[in-house]
């Protein structure tokens, strides 16, 4: 299938890409991987007049890190974060979930900040995003604004953003040393999207109990969510088999996920307990009780 005509623009800087969206505000839409815009345009379930290709902006690709917190510019690609080594030092969660979005050759065009701002709650990096409470900065002609991931996903594809704004780069803090950290989806085929997904980080303190957890789930609702109730459930407590059965029971009766072809709402609930419960024994063995 074919898309809708539409007007193409290829600015050099953000400058340009934030003044191209002040002109055709709702009409446009940034052009980032194109791999989940493209085949929405195809389908024509979008059909943006005007599409604004960030990819000569080559200042917006860059994984860097300032202070304890890892940048990473619009530009910057799935796969090149996959492979960084900053990532797999600094940000072991992220580096965790890369291998489950998609296929290679999608992570190889897919960028960082295009799977954020498309927000699906089916979406592995999303997750990643909201558990590790990333910052978010969006430019427009106006001047910079940072959100966190609770105001930046407003609801399935839906992200934060007014017409003239775009996503100009995530902000990640390093994970502490001994933290945590594990990423576990389950799907229906090999690289398909997810039926249901945890993304956790848990701290723990020097008497072995969890001095700060934080998981956030994709599928538990209409957009990925952090799991308020369970975090703190947990704190403050040392990871047992009770403890972990607790927290797997909280998650599935706090879950809301929608039902689909690929799985009912009940059946959702039930894999993100289980899947609690896998993620929290994966870090049982990293408690040293003294
Ligand atoms: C076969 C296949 C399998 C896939 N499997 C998965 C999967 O398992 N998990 C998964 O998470 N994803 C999956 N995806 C989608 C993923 O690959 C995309 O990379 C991602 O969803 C969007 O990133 P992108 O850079 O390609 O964005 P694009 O497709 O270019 O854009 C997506 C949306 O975000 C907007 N946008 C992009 N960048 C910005 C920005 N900087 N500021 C504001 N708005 C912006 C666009 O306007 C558009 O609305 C799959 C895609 C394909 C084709």
């Given at each position: 299938m074919k898309p809708a005509a539409f007007d193409y623009h290829r600015p050099d800087s953000i400058e340009e890409a934030c003044a191209l969206l002040a002109e055709h505000g709702a009409d446009s839409r940034i052009l980032s991987g194109g791999q989940s815009l493209v085949p929405l345009m195809n389908m024509r379930i979008l059909s943006p007049a005007v599409l604004i290709d960030i990819n000569r902006c080559r200042d917006l690709a860059y994984l860097r890190e300032e202070g304890g917190v890892i940048a990473c510019g619009a530009l910057t690609r799935q796969g090149e974060a996959e492979t960084s080594d900053l990532v797999a030092a600094r940000l072991p969660l992220m580096a965790a979930a890369m291998p489950h979005v998609g296929v290679r050759a999608n992570r190889n065009f897919g960028t960082v900040c295009g799977s954020l701002a498309h927000a699906d709650p089916l979406a592995e990096l999303p997750s990643v995003a909201s558990a590790l409470d990333a910052t978010f900065v969006i430019a427009s002609s106006r001047g910079r604004r940072e959100v966190g991931a609770d105001e930046f996903f407003v609801s399935a594809l839906t992200n934060c953003l007014e017409p003239d704004e775009m996503l100009a780069e995530v902000r990640l803090p390093a994970i502490p040393e001994g933290a945590r950290c594990a990423f576990l989806e389950i799907a229906n085929?090999?690289?398909?999207?997810?039926v249901a997904g945890i993304a956790a980080c848990v701290e723990f303190g020097p008497d072995g109990r969890c001095s700060r957890a934080r998981l956030s789930a994709m599928g538990a609702g209409d957009t990925t969510a952090r799991l308020g109730s369970v975090e703190a459930l947990i704190e403050g407590q040392r990871l047992d088999d009770a403890l972990i059965r607790a927290a797997g029971a909280e998650a599935a009766a706090a879950a809301d996920p929608a039902g689909d072809v690929h799985a009912d709402s009940a059946y959702r609930a039930e894999v993100i307990g289980s899947l609690v419960r896998k993620v929290l024994r994966q870090m049982q063995g990293a408690v040293v009780e003294r």
């Open positions: 085929r090999a690289h398909g999207f997810a």
